[in-house]
């Protein structure tokens, strides 16, 4: 197989802004109310992601990022364009792309009173591998993870966040998949869960030779995370390019940050764009 592991091309996604309470919508939808207003969240993107890429698609809250992944992840249905995964068609050939990816979301559903080994073995089942073969990878994973074997048994709501986030990516490998979404990986994590996380992240490719696709709005993980950064404001994807490249696109000669790069190329500071935003952080997961 050659080409990207995921190819994007015009994709559009439009949504109803209702402001206004059900039921408000329901007396006033005989026409009688205003038309409903759209919200553009995802506003005609291009994008390839190489095999072996770790790409970052880096913006504020409420720029597009989740619903880019859900794209991708046939979670929803493009307004317009094509979305590819390993050059299959996201809404023709959905089945396929299913065995393809695995998207790893914030809120991992998980029964927090089993352990790692029980909710893994439980997904195992849902995807229909064979239990022995499956507590055998399982018990490699974790290991893999850093999770060491006496604690493997403990319930998940003993561990702390950045330990039952990496259990949530270890259950998206269980079944090998060769595009990995993970949308904002690590927020709410304290540095060092940040880092081991991240550092995971990076062995998975290494290892299962996975091509990853993140969010995040985190400006140092993406520059030290991925080796190509999409910057998304307001649905558009406004650049991409490796961090050395768009530092280098606003400062030729100087030295630039990411934070730099974003401010140019937006307009404003993450921070200010996110003050001004009135979406909750990870709108439907
Ligand atoms: N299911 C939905 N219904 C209506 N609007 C939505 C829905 N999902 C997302 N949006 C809107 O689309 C825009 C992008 O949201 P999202 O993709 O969640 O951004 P991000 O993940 O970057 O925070 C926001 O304006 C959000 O309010
Ligand atoms: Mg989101």
């Known amino acids: 197989m050659n080409g990207p592991a995921l190819r994007i091309r015009g994709v559009l996604k439009v949504f109803d802004a209702e402001t206004r309470p059900p039921v408000w919508r329901r007396i006033l939808s005989n026409g009688v109310g205003p038309a409903s207003k759209q919200v553009v969240a995802v506003d005609r993107v291009d994008l390839d992601v190489q095999r072996g890429e770790i790409f970052g698609v880096l913006g504020a809250n409420g ?4 619903t880019l992944i859900r794209l991708v992840s046939t979670l929803l249905i493009p307004d317009g364009g094509e979305v590819r995964v390993f050059d299959h068609d996201v809404v023709a050939e959905e089945m396929v792309v299913k065995r393809l990816i695995n998207r790893v979301s914030v809120e991992a559903a998980f029964f927090k009173k089993l352990s790692p ?54 259950r998206a490998l269980l079944t090998a998949p060769m595009l990995l979404l993970l949308d904002e990986p690590t927020p709410g994590l304290d540095p060092r869960s940040q880092r081991e996380v991240q550092q995971f992240i990076l062995q998975v490719r290494a290892r299962h030779n996975a091509t990853v696709v993140l969010t995040t709005h985190d400006m140092d993980e993406a520059d030290r995370l991925c080796d190509r ?18 530092k280098r696109l606003i400062a030729p000669e100087g030295e630039a940050t990411l934070e730099d790069v974003f401010m140019q190329l937006t307009g404003r500071s993450l921070e200010e764009i996110e003050a001004e935003s009135v979406v909750p952080a990870g709108i439907g997961g």
């Open 229 to 246: 950064i999409g910057i998304i404001d307001q649905g558009r994807l406004v650049a991409q390019d490796t961090p050395a490249g768009l």
């Open 117 to 170: 080994m029980e909710n893994l073995l439980y997904a195992a089942r849902l995807y229909g591998l064979d239990a022995g073969e499956a507590r055998r990878r399982i018990v490699e994973i974790l290991g893999q993870l850093g999770i060491e074997a006496r604690r493997v048994g403990e319930p998940l709501e003993k561990m702390s966040r950045g330990m039952q986030q990496k259990v949530a990516i270890a």
């Open 63 to 66: 720029s597009g990022k989740s």
